[in-house]
Each structure stands twice: as C-alpha cells, then as structure tokens.
C-alpha cells in the first residue's frame, strides 16, 4: 500500500466542490495527413498501450477506517476506459472562444474518488479542422515523477512514436478487498513513521528558525534589526480576494520564449521576473478600470520547489512564497526591475529555510479535521474579511523545447490550467514548449468575468515590454514606457487571420528554436521592426484564437 504523503494529502482534505484540486492542460493537435480513423479511438488505444508507463493512470484511493490517516493508493483492475477518454464536439462555429469555455466547464467539475483521479476530453468540431485534448489530475497525485511518467506515456518526439516496453507481470491485485484490520494497521503505521520523520528535523527546523528571527552580526558586531525595504508583510484586499463558487472562467495567452528571454536579458532579469511583471502591468489595468485597484502594492503566492537534485520520490515537495508585484509603480520597466529585487530577496530566504520544510507533516485524523477547518472557513466568510495570503498565484512552469506528438497527431500548443481557491480567485499559469510561452488563466467567473480583456491587458503588457527592450538596445534613450491608452480585444476576425499570417523570427540567436508569434509582431512599434528578423514560416495556430492564442495544454507536469 502507498501512502499519500502529508503534502500531497492536503490536496484531498482542502478540495470542494467550490475549490476543486485538479490541474490540467489543454492541447491543440495537427492530424496526421490523410487520417480518417475516430481520433478518440486513437487516442484511447494510445493510453491503453502505455497505460503500465504512467502508475496514475492505474491506481485509485482507499481510504483509511474512521480516516484516522491519510488514504493510500491501490491498484484498480475495472477501469472503465469510455468514462476516462470520452469524445466532445464543439458546436458551429468552433471558435477558440468557445474552446476555452468548454475547458472552463470541464474544469469545474470534481473528479471521481471511486475511480483513478484523471479524465481526458478529445474535443474535435474546431473550425481549424484540428482537434483538442484537454487532461485533468488530481494534484495529490500530480507530483514531479507522475508528471515526467505521464508525459512518457502520452507523448513521442515523432509522428511514428517508439516502441513501447512490455509491462512487467503484475503482482497480485489488493484492490479494495484489503481488510479493516491490515488498513487500520497500515495507517497507523504509516502516522508514526511520520511522527519520527518530524522528530528528527526539529533541530534542523529550530536553528533555521532562529536565522531567521535573529540577524547577523555586522563587521561592528551590531544587529540590523531594520526589516528589509522591499519585504511586503501583508496583502491588500481586492476584488479578487473573496470566497469563490465552482463556477471558473478560462483564457488562453501565448507569447514567443525568444522574446521572453530577449527582454530579460536586455533588462537583466530573469524570464520568470518578465512573467510576473506582465502579469502585474495586466492586473493593475483592469483594478483600475475597476477604480478598485489598491495604493499598496499586489501580492503574488509563487510555488517553489523543495525537491532536492536527484531526488526522484513520487511526493509533491512545493512550497511558495509571496512577491511584491509593485502595482503601485506605473512605469513597466521600473516595475520589472523593482519585482527582480523582490524575487531575489525571496529566493535568498527559501534556500535557507526549504532543506528543513517538512512534506509529509503528521496529523491525527488529518482528513476529516482539515477539511473540517476549511469548509468552516469558507462558511464562515472569513475569506472575505480576513488580509489574503496573496492576491494571485503565479506560476512558471519548464516545459520541453522540442516537438511532441501524441497518438501520432502533432501537439501545437501546450496551456496549463491550473487551481483557483477561495481568497485568490486567479491563477496564472505560464508553460515553455516548442519555443513559446503559453499563458493559462483560471479564475472563478463570478469573481473575474472579465477574464479576456485581464488576458489581453497581458499581452499588451509583453508588447510594452519588447518595445522597451528593442528600444534600450538600439540606444533610443532610457527604456520607460508610456501606459498604453487604447488596448482593444482582438476580433475573430483578426485572429483567423493570424492563424495563417507568416511568423516572424525572434529577436535574439535564442530564437532558433521557435518562431515568434503573430500577435508580437502586432505589438512592436512600426519605427522599431526593422529590429526584427525576417518572415519565417508559420506554425499552425487555431482558429480563432485571439493574436497571441493557441489552445494547448501540460499533461506531463504541472505545477
């Protein structure tokens, strides 16, 4: 029997039906020339074939008696392969705007606890004659070695795929025939083990402690007592931050990796700082459209890996912290610098303390008491009136830099949807693939019904961003940037014209992996595109994705 760690764990106690805890992806796929078979079908074969590669695809939860300990998981031998792979057709005219709201709809629904917690859709009638496959996971079972085995299984590097290893004999099945007594044993057996482990690094986690609430001594031998001038203790309260329904509303951005990396290296940051800075430009537009946008500065809950190198424990081993998004600074470039000094800082301070973060915390009676607590905390409306742990999550996810194909079909794009939960109704999302980065934005819709135009204020923020960059490079002088006046959400029309418009290549010799997108080109001032590359050959994009979209998704990890 495997025991889910503590970590992981909690994403089971905290989940209901207004916070599912899934994560998923969305992907768009070329069909192979001359395909003619039920791509679902494919698809489904596809998974069965490799199903042995990915141990999640298999396994359910069994819970412990009385839940006096986290559940473990336990092989199903009766999994019903139409309710896991099911077929979905979008209606006339199969827009992409219709394809992130059906992504919206099936992410708000929970998954199964009878069955293995995964269920993919393969969504054909996209007027691009393309089909989609969007995935969800349980994060409980979605750690970093789940993913990388998951994406094994569903993914190749060419059309033809490879040759699949046969699966080992299975051992005998335990399923739920496991008795009352040998579970009961196992749990408690399991809640000491986690006792110990605690107990061992209280030393480590003291001395960490008192670093943390005892400065160094100086050269003089004095303390600096002074709190460092960029912390942020507390976040402001928006109209993000409340408790949300199950209702979710979902976009899908994608902006060039070259131009990415060509703004961070232009103003010194890292590729991660431009992610959060575009995303801080987006939000402090619409709060002020909303005339709800506070003095203080946003707040950003950032994952951070615990995981140590060359650790390969199927665990979830994250922690996060929380970066000043500097929503009070007006001028993009100062705001980027001012959130590169921030995520320093909050850098510096994990790597002293993550080495002694316990994952597998024990806790009596853990499911029913923390769900317990949580389910009083929404009732009690205690989101609404207590300071958020921050005001948006922001996460950066490495994704694979190469072409991908799954069930023979080449993988265009690759958008992450991630979790929103109540006092952060938005969760942005960020993947690498193929030479583009692709934007997932998840957000409750009664709490952001406006996602789109939050999703187009980001893309303007990047174009604002590469101009500065373009034009600090070329010597036009200091690299501020004026707030644009006029951003209008671009047009279906627009879009499928985009969809076969000639990309144009990346600024920088990091672009030889990928072309840049339509909608960059758009954004860069006439006087500055001499500055950029010639005309290059067009990826296919969706129609109907707005300038910069390409539904996609990240089945093989997630954040």
Known sequence: MDHLS??????LHL???????HVGSLMVLNLPEGHDDNFVEVVKRHIQERQH?????????????????????VPDEHIDWDYHVRAITLPKPGSNTQLQALTARLHSS?????????ELAVIDGLRSGQVAIYIKVHHSGMDGQAGVALGAALFDTTPQGRKIPKPLPKPAA?????GMAELAASGLKHTAQQYVKLVKMLPDMARVAKSMLVPPRDADGQRDWSLPKNLQLLSPRTPLNKTITNQRAFAARTVPLAEMKYVAKAFGVTVNDVVMAATAGALRRYLKDLNALPEKSLTAGVPVSLREAGDGSANNQVSAVVIPLSTDEADPVKRLHKIRDASILSKGFMGRIKAVIPTDLPVLAAPWVIS?????????????????FSNVAISNV????????????????NYPVSIAFHGMALNVTVTSYNGRMDYGLIACRRTLPQIHELADFLLDEHRQLLAAAQALNEGAGPAVTRQS?????????????????PRRRPPSKEAANGAASPVSTASVPRSRRSARPKAGKAAAVPAGASAAEAPSAEAAAAA
């Open 6 to 11: 503590g970590m992981d764990a909690i994403f």
């Open 15 to 21: 989940e209901a039906p207004e916070v599912p805890m």
């Open 110 to 118: 929970l998954l199964d606890r009878s069955r293995p917690l995964w």
């Open 485 to 501: 006046q006029t951003e209008t959400r671009p047009s279906e029309a627009r879009s499928d014209a985009a969809a076969t418009a």
């Open 174 to 178: 335990q399923g739920d025939g496991v």
């Open 53 to 73: 590669l990915a141990p999640l695809l298999t396994r359910k939860l069994v819970k412990m008696p009385f839940d006096l300990s986290d559940p473990a998981w």
């Open 372 to 388: 317990g607590l949580a389910a009083m905390t929404a009732r009690a409306g205690l989101y609404d009136r207590l300071p958020p």
């Open 398 to 413: 490495p994704g694979l830099q190469q072409q991908l194909y799954c069930a023979g079909a080449e993988v265009v794009c």
